[in-house]
């Protein structure tokens, strides 16, 4: 294997130049993880390519040599999605970082795949346009891995997730060639497919995005409630009352106790749960809204208004400082993503509390609700050796509580590495091949980010029905058959 990557790093070093590949042991530790540290590899050899064609490059040398691969963008990830393989190349985009266009006529964006989500937002801002969907992670995380991700963020329950904001991709295929997939392409929709895929059917080198209209009027409240449950049924009443607010986020006591203790965010005292409602469009419609939620916000016990920008960040410091804040009440915290269905966010609540109890361990709750999109976070102490194994069987209860009520394993923190264990909790072993037979339609050798997603890994020609491919390298043989 040595011999193998000491062979590639010299290729790539005459494909790419020797400051665009790092082999050196210290250096490559720095990319042992993503955003979730409890996996950790440390790659075999990382590359910095600048463009496609070079990605391109190090992807037809990997196939040639059977070695695996992994994309990464800037890390954030909390699935392990970007973990490296030891005997893999882990290909990182953070040098192409180029807003190529903003088109304001057309409404998009063409950017590359390291750029991050908010840059593109501050690149169309002067225009009056911004780029909807907005993870926490939106200072840093890149594009190429929000495409990875299908990422969502505070705003996607108005304005949608990021497959609803991507309207076309370059991409590198699994064997080495560069495609455009666009939404307008007639047959299979293979930019959905490819969409969510968690970089297992080719690196996305280029994205059009579509731009959103900055809206005329923004208002933003705070209700602060006794309960989770009086905040969950009040989340209810507005959906059902026909509003769709920009974001709807919920915090719970421990939620509010951290961002308390790290930024201060001055929030009700006493509150068992705030809810951030945030509502957006012409000035009129706002504000009738705006008259209708407070109505249905009856269980509160105080609602702030934002009267200004300041205020209104002021709002969101709390909730956007919420995970990181958790590291000031606990040493340690899983930060767990599932889905349930609304209408089920009372009960649901109600027994993560009694869970927590049951295990001994506390969750701080911090999340989307107007999608049911859950952000629990189980708090354990990393110095108890027993501590963690119960959080991560606490974690998995949570899970297995979405699925029963019919919602998700994940939101949109991907399946990755960490949750491909929790897939047959979902879906039967016929769905899972069913899955498995897309991916090796993409990727019959099994190289490109391999071990994701899937609870046991198998090869293209052990899914029924499916045959390895050979590749045209392999066909015309430059390249083995394995
Ligand atoms: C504090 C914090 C808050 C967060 N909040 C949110 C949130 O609100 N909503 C949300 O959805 N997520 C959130 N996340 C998770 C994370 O930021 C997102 O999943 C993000 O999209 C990952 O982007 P990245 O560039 O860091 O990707 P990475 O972590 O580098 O990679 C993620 C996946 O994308 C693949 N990938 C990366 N680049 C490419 C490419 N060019 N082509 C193909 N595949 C690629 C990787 O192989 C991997 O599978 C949060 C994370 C943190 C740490």
Known sequence: MADRLGELARRFTGLLGSDSVITDPVRLRTYECDGLTVHRTTPGLVVLPTTAEQIAAVVTECVRTRTPYVARGSGTGLSGGALPRGDGVLIVTTRMRRVLEIDVVGRRAVVEPGVTNLAITQAALPHGYYY????????VCSIGGNLAENSGGAHCLKYGFTVNHVLAAEIVTPDGEIVTLDALDPGYDLLGAFVGSEGTLGIATKTTVRLTRLPEKVKTLLAAFESTEAG????????????????IEMMDALAIEAAEASVRCEYPPGAGAVLIVELDGPEEEVAAEYA??????????EIRIAADDVERAAIWKGRKSAFAAVGRISPAYIVQDGVVPRTALPEVLARIDALSAEYGCRVANVFHAGDGNLHPLVLFDDADPRAGARAEELSGAILDLCVRHGGSITGEHGVGVDKSRYMPRMFSEDDLDAMHRLRCAFDPWNLCNPGKIFPTPRLCGEVPGVRRGVHPLVASGEAELW
Do not use: K, T, Y
């Not at 209708?292 to 009856?298: F, G, I, N, P």
């Open 132 to 139: 909807a969907p907005d993870p926490s992670s939106q200072q």
């Open 292 to 301: 209708q939620v407070v109505d249905l916000c009856s269980e509160a016990f």
């Open 232 to 247: 969950g049924r009040a989340v209810s009443a507005v959906i059902g009352a026909g509003i769709v607010p920009a974001a």
